[in-house]
């Protein structure tokens, strides 16, 4: 079964810091892609970055980094220069979106 | 990006009656959608994959007559809650997958309050 771990229920950062959260997950895929959604307070899905399995280069989009671990099965998410916007739920996912994580609630303290 | 419409944002209605809830794929076809629930401070969990011009794909221990999925055209699918009761109270979120699922556009949610 397809699974994904998100073991930090809430994380707190001080604005311009950097935090990472940690997501594992499981699959018999070979193939796939893995995905960091933000939640804000309006609950609209955001997407914040992708990975593509196959792909030994982290993927980066401005201030957010993925570290991806193909065997280790683990697939964080770092943000750099957080900012007071950045504060949402944030959920790890697989399988095509069919399967989130628990979720991470992220805090940034001004 | 690519934008799915979810109607409406929010609804109350009585115990024992159904409300429907639309998702709109307006600037791309979609053959495949999901829709999740939430419940609060919780992740999305998957109830079921419409599928354009078949059958529903329910999940394990969601309830087909209950949860009513229509996928009658590419840009539309709709969720009918049937006999709802309060515990079906929740925050419905429909998605579309992209091209080969690299990545999913949701919709706004819908909050559903049954009283």
Redesign the interface.
């Known amino acids: 079964a397809q699974t994904v771990t998100q073991s930090q229920p809430e994380m707190s950062v001080q604005e311009a810091e950097t935090v990472t959260l940690s997501c594992t997950y499981d699959t018999s895929e070979s193939d796939y892609?893995l995905?960091w959604y933000k939640q804000p307070p309006?609950?609209?899905?955001i997407?914040v970055i992708?990975q593509?399995a196959y792909k030994q280069q982290n993927a980066t989009e401005n201030r957010f980094s993925v570290n991806f671990q193909k065997a280790a099965k683990s697939f964080s998410l770092k943000i750099s220069d957080s900012q007071l916007g950045d504060a949402a739920m944030y959920?790890c996912a697989h399988s095509?979106?069919?399967?989130?994580?628990?979720?991470t609630r992220l805090k940034v303290l001004a | 990006g690519a934008v799915v419409s979810q109607h409406p944002s929010w609804v109350i209605c009585k115990s024992g009656t159904s409300v429907k809830i639309e998702c709109r794929s307006l600037d791309f076809q979609a053959t495949t959608m999901f829709w999740y629930r939430q419940f609060p401070k919780q992740s999305l969990m998957l109830m079921a994959t419409s599928n354009e011009g078949s059958k529903a794909t329910y999940e394990q221990g969601v309830e087909k007559d209950k949860f009513l999925i229509n996928h009658a055209s590419l840009t539309l699918s709709t969720l009918t809650v049937t006999s709802a009761h309060p515990e079906d109270s929740s925050f419905y979120i429909c998605s579309a997958p992209g091209r080969r699922e690299t990545e999913a556009f949701f919709g706004q949610g819908t909050r559903l309050t049954v009283v």
Request: glycine share 16%; charged share 20%.
């Open positions: 892609y995905f309006s609950r609209q899905m997407l992708r593509e959920f095509g979106v069919r399967v989130f994580g628990t979720g």
